[in-house]
């Protein structure tokens, strides 16, 4: 067959649908689908800044009345700056979500881009929540005199909450990034190979 | 835009242009479910694209990139669907094949598109429907010379085909 010989036998299907579907069903699977993705995406936003709250705000409260100096409140300041910093983060990515890029190459950009910053988010949880949470948490522990059990407890806690990131990284995103970079190399890459014929 | 407008728009795009997103459908899933989730996901992100909708290209120029999108990324994720793990709610097909027998060279024009990459894929969607170099280029954010280059071969490799599916009388 011949080139305009093919792209008739292609039109044909402009006449003749390939499938049928049910409207009423896709209708309802994608409000569902919506709704699940706006409470996925939220939810570990939200469980880390409820997290950062509940922890910093009831120390901070106290130790403003109770008229300690600032430099015992840093603790609790360091916590809510975490939970800032999510919130701040959510926003953006939010914004960000709703743009459409011109082309397929600047979406896969735009993928990219989301996925190093969920990566770097990753790498550096350690640094901007793991720290400031266990050094109010260790604090708190040693002027109440806890038992070694609840240092071991509390130890494993954020060792536990550690590599449950670093797993989610390795399994997921990264793997997620390198393919968006293969589909951005091909999309790219000048076609001086051949399909095999 | 209320939401209304934006569903309103919506459903005059999926009567009109309902081909275009199951050839991109067709394309890119190759067994039921898949299909099925694919086309759920197309429609959810056309969905969503409405309000961005500006008028400053064609509707089909707009749905192609959307769904082409869609398609590239979800076909490069790992999950595929694998028997024993659908729930009930899923095994309720929203796409159906239709009634009517698909016609031979046509399904076999979709098999030689599969077993290009999935850029490639792309490109002989809009090839086969008509797009110019330069819509190709916007399209996919690739020089037009990269377009010209990728789409020769595609020709050549598809013609070539074509004439030993002619040969062997399929």
């Known amino acids: ?197 | 835009m209320k939401e209304s407008t934006q569903q309103q728009i919506f459903e005059t795009w999926l009567h009109k242009h309902k081909a275009l997103l199951f050839k991109v459908v067709r394309a890119y899933a190759f067994n039921a479910e898949d299909q099925d989730d694919l086309f759920q996901e197309i429609t959810l992100q056309v969905w969503r694209s409405v309000p961005n909708f500006r008028g400053d290209s064609a509707v089909t120029t707009w749905l192609y990139r959307i769904s082409l999108n869609t398609a590239i990324k979800w076909s490069s994720k790992e999950k595929r669907h694998k028997e024993g793990r659908q729930s009930i709610e899923h095994m309720t097909h929203i796409l159906k094949e239709s009634p009517k027998p698909i016609d031979e060279r046509l399904a076999w024009l979709y098999e030689e598109i599969a077993s290009f990459s999935e850029i490639d894929r792309s490109l002989t969607l809009l090839l086969l429907d008509g797009f110019s170099y330069r819509d190709m280029s916007q399209m996919l954010g690739i020089t037009e010379s990269n377009v010209g280059v990728k789409i020769n071969r595609i020709k050549k490799h598809l013609i070539t085909k074509s004439k030993k599916y002619d040969y062997h009388g399929v």
């Open chain 1, 1 to 197: 067959m011949e080139f305009d010989e093919l792209k008739k036998v292609w039109d044909e299907q402009n006449k003749e649908p390939l499938y049928v579907f049910n409207e009423k069903a896709l209708q309802r699977k994608i409000r569902k689908k919506r709704n699940r993705a706006q409470r996925g995406s939220n939810v570990s936003e939200i469980g880390l800044i409820l997290i950062a709250l509940v922890t910093g705000l009831p120390q901070l409260i106290k130790h403003i009345n109770a008229g300690d100096p600032f430099y015992f409140m840093l603790p609790a300041i360091a916590l809510l700056l975490t939970a800032v910093y999510v919130i701040v983060g959510s926003f953006f990515r939010k914004k960000k979500e709703r743009q459409f890029y011109r082309s397929v190459l600047g979406d896969l950009d735009h993928a990219i881009a989301n996925t190093q910053f969920e990566i770097n988010r990753a790498r550096t949880f350690v640094w901007w929540y793991i720290t400031p949470v266990a050094v109010a948490i260790y604090i708190k522990l040693w002027l109440n005199e806890s038992p070694w059990g609840t240092w071991l407890f509390v130890t494993g806690a954020f060792m536990l909450s550690f590599f449950v990131v670093r797993l989610g990284l390795t399994w997921k995103q990264i793997p997620k990034k390198r393919e968006l970079e293969r589909l951005r190399e091909k999309l790219t890459a000048e076609a001086e190979e051949t399909i095999a014929i």
